[in-house]
């Protein structure tokens, strides 16, 4: 399995931006598809944003599209979220999950084989 840290949380204001980090270790990154998850107390788990196998590319929530990107480095086995225009309805935790190669559901949490432990991301009014 593939072992990832999220990192980059915390408080920002109203329509402030925040990115994400999320570093992975263990087994090959290449085997895994890589993307962000949230949730809000008393809420599911939400999916955010995700790398396609193929084609290349990205899928990204309706809720949060023109706002939020997915991007990756893969030199360093790293992947991001950045996050603009954040508004206070959408504190939560960020969690950074890994899918293996093959696998069908990109936005369902239980398609995801691995999961960072999160991050808190609070939004001030």
């Known amino acids: 399995q593939v072992q990832l840290v999220e990192s980059g949380g915390g408080l920002v204001q109203a329509g402030g931006s925040l990115r994400l980090s999320c570093a992975a270790s263990?087994?090959?990154?290449?085997?895994?598809?890589m993307g962000w998850f949230r949730q809000a107390p008393g809420k599911e788990r939400e999916f955010v944003a995700a790398?396609?196998?193929?084609?290349?590319?990205?899928y990204v929530a309706d809720s949060v599209k023109g706002r939020f990107a997915i991007s990756r480095d893969s030199a360093k086995n790293t992947v991001y979220l950045q996050m603009n225009s954040l508004n206070p309805g959408e504190p939560a935790v960020y969690y950074c999950?890994?899918?293996?190669?093959?696998?069908?559901?990109?936005?369902?949490?239980?398609?995801?084989?691995?999961w960072g432990q999160g991050t808190q991301v609070t939004v001030s009014s």
């Open positions: 790398f396609k196998w193929s084609p290349i590319g990205t």
């Open positions: 263990g087994r090959t990154f290449s085997s895994y598809a």
């Open positions: 999950a890994a899918r293996l190669r093959g696998s069908v559901g990109y936005y369902y949490p239980s398609t995801y084989a691995c």
